[in-house]
């Protein structure tokens, strides 16, 4: 019979370690603003020393420091997490590095959406308060040179990476709201055949660019507007000179001589403002080949219009329906809003219109079986026909039709001879349905 006695365990289990790393984790997470200031004045130090440092590195022995107890893994995530808060974009910022994801939106602290491929889908990612929350959109902010407080509870405004966000906080919200749109293809648009354009609708594209006519990108919030036009900027000779004038930078376009010009909204003075219509009245003088605009939501369209119908070659972007939409509601009604329209009879107006524009291609959004995802797609290519006053009419050259873009088999003579001018010829065989 053994009668050797129990005399305890030599130290404590795996089991009762976890837990004791638990519950130093969960005590951390608990008092985490407080650990997140401690963090921020020691890294502030360090700084001040004028020292080169790790941040990461640097929080790991601080945390160390602090709580011995804390495990490595554990010790390593609160430290990236606070190094994100610090210099990043909080938690956020996985999503923000994920280049599959394209949209990114905030509403309130536990309540995070993205979309990836197409397809919206909740976050996990929750902010620890509304004053972290906050502390994100004040580096926002910061990083985008804005402003927002209670007397301007809306902006807009671009990160460093190109990034577009729109910021709302209370009283316009019950909580700070963040959407974050990224822009994640600026290749040509072969790379957009065959998901988005059928080779012959990007090839005819292709020559309308080249041949420099005025072209308005249509559709509704998302689909790919504006990211057109940097689409087809590979399409534009190294020896032009475009200029692009935005109300918020977002258009990805590059060109080596490339000048853009965006809006200012008020300072808190009241002061400082630069106006839409007024940077674009000056890129209408500034020597540029090509005016490009996105994106149009006022009556500063009238100066695009009337840049176009005097020969200056240019794209633009609004919100339409389809085609005639845009053409016979939306632009008419745009113009209705710059002081030289708001006199002019609907006549007048349509004058314009039909001898400014010569192509709307209209983007959309489409269910894809294969992919079981929303994808984007140009749904029309459509040639605008002026009339004698009458509503400008609009013509189908391409449509998408079960999937598939397809030549509806008209023949816009007018634009074939316009981009002729231009040394592009275009072969009618493409025009067949």
């Known amino acids: 019979m053994d009668n050797r006695k129990f005399t305890g365990l030599s130290g404590p289990t795996d089991l009762i370690h976890r837990r004791q790393q638990k519950d130093v984790e969960e005590k951390i997470y608990s008092q985490m603003e407080e650990v997140v200031e401690s963090c921020r004045k020691h890294i502030l130090s360090l700084y001040q020393q004028g020292k080169e440092i790790s941040v990461e590195k640097e929080l790991s022995s601080h945390l160390t420091d602090k709580y011995p107890r804390l495990g490595l893994e554990e010790r390593i995530n609160i430290a990236k997490c606070i190094g994100n808060e610090l210099n990043g974009y909080g938690p956020l910022q996985e999503l923000m590095d994920d280049k599959t994801v394209t949209d990114i939106v905030v509403v309130g602290p536990d309540k995070v959406v993205f979309e990836q491929d197409g397809v919206l889908k909740p976050s996990n990612l929750k902010f620890r308060s509304e004053a972290q929350l906050r502390l994100l959109v004040e580096r926002l902010c910061y990083l985008g040179r804005r402003k927002v407080d209670e007397s301007n509870p809306s902006v807009s405004l671009t990160l460093p990476e190109g990034y577009r966000v729109a910021i709302s906080m209370p009283p316009l919200t019950e909580s700070a709201h963040i959407a974050v749109r990224k822009f994640v293809y600026i290749g040509s648009i072969d790379g957009l055949v065959p998901q988005t354009f059928s080779a012959v609708g990007a090839e005819f594209l292709k020559k309308c660019t080249r041949g420099r006519l005025n072209i308005v990108?249509?559709?509704?919030?998302?689909?790919?507007?504006?990211?057109?036009?940097?689409?087809?900027?590979?399409?534009?000779s190294p020896l032009e000179l475009p200029v692009l004038v935005e109300e918020v930078k977002e258009c990805p376009l590059r060109h080596p001589y490339l000048r853009s010009y965006v809006s200012r909204p008020?300072?808190?003075?009241?002061?400082?403002?630069?106006?839409?219509?007024?940077?674009?009245?000056?890129?209408?003088?500034?020597?540029?080949?090509?005016?490009?605009?996105?994106?149009?939501?006022?009556?500063?369209?009238?100066?695009?219009?009337?840049?176009?119908?005097?020969?200056?070659?240019?794209?633009?972007?609004?919100?339409?329906?389809?085609?005639?939409?845009?053409?016979?509601?939306?632009?008419?009604?745009?113009?209705?809003?710059?002081?030289?329209?708001?006199?002019?009879?609907?006549?007048?107006?349509?004058?314009?219109?039909?001898?400014?524009?010569d192509l709307v291609v209209h983007m959309g959004k489409e269910y894809d079986q294969v992919s079981q995802k929303e994808i984007r797609v140009c749904t029309h290519i459509s040639v605008v026909q002026p009339s004698q006053g009458e509503p400008v009419q609009v013509k189908d050259i391409f449509i998408r039709r079960n999937s598939e873009m397809v030549a509806t088999g008209y023949v816009p003579v007018k634009l074939i001879e316009k981009m002729k001018r231009h040394e592009i010829n275009v072969p009618l065989e493409i025009f067949k349905n």
Do not use: C, W
């Open 217 to 236: 990108f249509t559709g509704s919030m998302g689909t790919g507007k504006t990211t057109m036009i940097a689409v087809l900027g590979y399409e534009f």
């Open 266 to 357: 008020p300072n808190i003075e009241g002061k400082g403002e630069i106006k839409f219509d007024y940077i674009l009245k000056h890129a209408l003088q500034s020597r540029a080949t090509r005016i490009l605009v996105a994106e149009v939501r006022d009556g500063a369209i009238f100066y695009m219009l009337r840049g176009m119908a005097t020969g200056q070659s240019g794209m633009g972007t609004l919100h339409a329906e389809d085609p005639k939409n845009a053409v016979q509601v939306q632009i008419p009604m745009l113009m209705g809003q710059a002081p030289e329209a708001a006199g002019m009879d609907q006549a007048s107006r349509n004058l314009i219109i039909g001898s400014a524009l």
